[in-house]
């Protein structure tokens, strides 16, 4: 009876009112999968605490809850950070594919289904998801919003406009995988910096012991033994 009403009460907690679930029907997978895991997190940690240490535990979770929920938004965003560098290096090639087949004469839609089934995740995933919505969506300029948020959400705007205006997409896309692409050499530079950096405190500790017997015992040991009696 207490553990449903904890339930009960951290659905009510958690759960989205309806204009967030309005909001996060146009959110990718990866960003949906991530809510889900905080609103498991906001049910299970007061219910755990009360199933094993008894009211004090209930007392506990609930104290802790926010703690938790801010450690599964944290990993989240750790998550969506490395998901948006991984979209950024494969968007190039990508939107190049995408130019290609409407240089060739395919409608946008068209264009975008057939790369999309070509393009490996998490890009791929994504632009799966936004040729889904555009089928099934009467209004296709908003399932390009599913690209908000990603490296692609000005290519995303560029089509929505081009579906409302039919304005012509495929300067601005070019423009994007070369920016893209400049934005990918940019984060491999960063993430070698970060190795050089995150390697300098293991190489000293790996050296500073040979140092310490190679350079300093010896001068030690011939001070001491020259104050010796």
Request: proline share 7%; net charge positive.
């Amino acid at each position: 009876m207490i553990s449903g009403l904890i339930a009960a009460f951290a659905v009510l907690v958690a759960w989205p009112s309806g204009a967030r679930r309005r909001r996060r029907d146009v959110l990718h997978p990866g960003v949906r999968r991530r809510l889900n895991l905080v609103l498991v997190a906001t049910i299970l940690t007061p219910l755990a605490g009360y199933l094993i240490f008894g009211a004090l535990g209930l007392i506990v979770g609930l104290a802790a809850t926010g703690v938790v929920r801010k450690q599964v938004n944290a990993l989240g965003t750790l998550a969506a950070k490395r998901r948006n560098e991984a979209i950024t290096r494969q968007a190039p090639a990508a939107l190049d594919l995408i130019t290609a087949a409407l240089r060739a004469g395919r409608p946008p839609e068209g264009a975008l289904a057939v790369v999309a089934e070509h393009t490996p995740a998490p890009l791929g995933e994504l632009l799966q998801d936004v040729s889904r919505r555009i089928r099934i969506s009467a209004a296709p300029a908003a399932a390009w919003r599913v690209l908000d948020g990603t490296p692609l959400e000005v290519v995303g705007r560029a089509f929505a406009r081009s579906d409302s205006s039919g304005a012509a997409v495929v300067p601005l896309a070019l423009d994007a995988a070369e920016d893209l692409r400049r934005r990918a050499r940019a984060v491999r530079r960063e993430s070698v910096g970060r190795v050089a950096v995150q390697t300098t405190v293991p190489l000293g500790l790996c050296l500073l012991p040979a140092f310490v017997l190679v350079a300093v015992a010896p001068i030690v040991l011939a001070v001491v033994t020259n104050i010796g009696p």
